[in-house]
């Protein structure tokens, strides 16, 4: 089944170290995202990218980084993590070749970070 | 800049009855996507029902259905026959029909059902 896929599924971590969360996804979709969700905040959104070469800021994209690797590949990289990163964060897909009506987002399962 | 409210923070409702939960939301567009994402303790988000603001008919998808207000700005969303699967963190969000595709999230409603 075409699937976005989300690893670790779970992290937890020390203040200072740089972790990667990896994103995968069979869809075939052109454009990805990241997401950080706080308890009682919803869904903020961290970086997106609509193609391998072209990758932007969301609301929330200060002490994070990301990596298209692939159309199919989207990380995303804390470089030196910090306790008010603890999230959940998901990624998620569309594709752009649906049209804007069509052109809904499927996320990923999440990943839980927890940074001590 | 656009904001979507989600008023109860938590609801409860008896299994096999009806709850209706909340949103409204601003934005200065005329056209633009509304949609209801549920979130189970799996955490997996599922796209529950989706509205374009250029339609007048109310979207439904089975048990669910949504009264779309757009002169008020007001989404809600209609459970009917709740089941205990549909116990869950339930987003309203937003999408602009111009530029990218970003949406922006409500801060949520915990859904409970009462057996």
């Known amino acids: 089944d075409a699937d976005v896929t989300q690893t670790p599924r779970n992290r937890i971590t020390k203040t200072g170290k740089r972790i990667m969360l990896e994103c995968s996804q069979t869809k075939g979709h052109d454009r990805m995202y990241w997401y950080r969700q706080d308890p009682g905040l919803g869904l903020q959104l961290i970086y997106y990218s609509f193609d391998v070469k072209d990758i932007n800021k969301g609301e929330i994209s200060d002490g994070y980084s990301v990596s298209r690797q692939a159309q199919a590949k989207f990380s995303l990289s804390l470089e030196s993590a910090i306790p008010n990163q603890t999230a959940l964060y998901f990624c998620?897909?569309?594709?752009?070749?649906?049209?804007?009506?069509?052109?809904?987002?499927?996320f990923g399962p999440g990943t839980r970070l927890t940074v001590l | 800049a656009q904001t979507v409210t989600q008023s109860q923070p938590e609801m409860s409702v008896q299994e096999a009855e009806t709850v209706t939960l909340s949103c409204t939301y601003d934005t200065s567009e005329s056209d633009y996507y509304l949609f209801w994402y549920k979130q189970p303790p799996s955490r997996q988000m599922i796209l529950v029902i989706r509205?374009?603001?250029?339609?007048?008919q109310n979207a439904t998808e089975n048990r669910f259905s949504v009264n779309f207000q757009k002169a008020a700005k007001s989404f809600s969303l209609k459970i009917s026959d709740s089941q205990l699967g549909d116990a869950a963190m339930y987003f309203c969000a937003y999408r602009s029909a111009e530029g990218y595709d970003k949406i922006i999230f409500g801060k949520g409603t915990r859904l409970h059902i009462l057996p």
């Open positions: 998620a897909t569309s594709d752009s070749r649906l049209g804007i009506t069509y052109n809904e987002q499927f």
């Open positions: 509205q374009e603001a250029y339609k007048q």
